[in-house]
């Protein structure tokens, strides 16, 4: 299996200040079509996981423009320009170049 | 706007069938870029992809539990379903239904979710 690994299990920010969230993958991402198959999803308290980033760095529908993704092959970073209250929650990377599909332990974040 | 929803029973008993079925609204499944899929998400085991279908019928499984599972679809309730056998302590969790993109090839990410339903496994 591709082992996801998210190497801060949390983080404490202040309103207004940026944020970072690493991912590693345990083989390469990227597949012989060109494409990243890398993902980003957050998860709000009691709520399930929401689509924030797909391939690397593509922003979902509705996801506001102060979240960016980048990164290539296994590392992998997510990045909040400047975090909001409505940020809190777990955020996860997942991986489909290889079945099984697999997710990143998560990285939770807090406002201080 | 899409919307997935989950039923089926909340308490199984070990070793016998946990059967979910996923209603979708708001779209048909018998489109050509998804795949539908259920995952589920446990304390112990965090999130984990069970498989998806699509709405020919074409599946992928997560090999850890393909001699457990069977999913299927009904193109005229606009319903798949899964049933995972011979369950134990280990399959409690949380089990989401959702849609996941596709090339056709390859299977993306998945852009809408579920609320979940917990799925507890006790006598």
């Known amino acids: 299996d591709v082992v996801m690994t998210q190497t801060s299990l949390s983080l404490s920010v202040t309103p207004g200040q940026p944020a970072s969230i690493s991912c590693k993958s345990s083989?390469?991402?990227?597949?012989?079509?060109?494409?990243?198959?890398l993902y980003w999803y957050l998860q709000r308290p009691g709520q399930p996981p929401q689509l924030l980033i797909s391939?690397?760095?593509n922003r979902f529908s509705g996801v506001p423009d102060r979240f960016s993704g980048s990164g290539s092959g296994t590392d992998f970073t997510l990045k909040i320009s400047r975090v909001e209250a409505e940020d809190v929650g777990i955020y996860y990377c997942?991986?489909?170049?290889?079945?099984?599909?697999?997710f990143g332990q998560g990285t939770k974040l807090e406002i201080k | 706007q899409l919307q997935v929803q989950e039923s089926g029973p909340g308490l199984v008993k070990p070793s016998e069938t946990l059967s979910l079925t996923c209603t979708v609204s708001?779209?048909?499944?018998?489109?050509?870029?998804?795949?539908w899929g259920w995952i589920r998400q446990s304390p112990g085991k965090g999130l984990e992809w069970i498989g998806s279908?699509?709405?020919?019928?074409?599946?992928y499984y997560n090999p850890s539990l393909k001699s457990r599972v069977i999913m299927s679809v009904d193109t005229s309730k606009n319903q798949f379903s899964l049933k995972l056998s011979s369950v134990t302590a280990a399959d409690t969790a949380v089990y989401y239904c959702?849609?996941?993109?596709?090339?056709?090839?390859?299977?993306?990410?998945?852009?809408?979710w579920g609320q979940g339903t917990l799925v507890t496994v006790s006598s």
């Open positions: 959702a849609r996941q993109r596709t090339s056709g090839v390859h299977l993306w990410d998945i852009d809408y």
């Open positions: 708001g779209g048909s499944i018998r489109s050509s870029t998804y795949y």
């Open positions: 279908i699509y709405y020919s019928g074409s599946t």
């Open positions: 083989q390469s991402l990227l597949h012989g079509d060109g494409k990243t198959y």
């Open positions: 391939d690397i760095s």
């Open positions: 997942m991986q489909s170049i290889q079945l099984p599909y697999t």
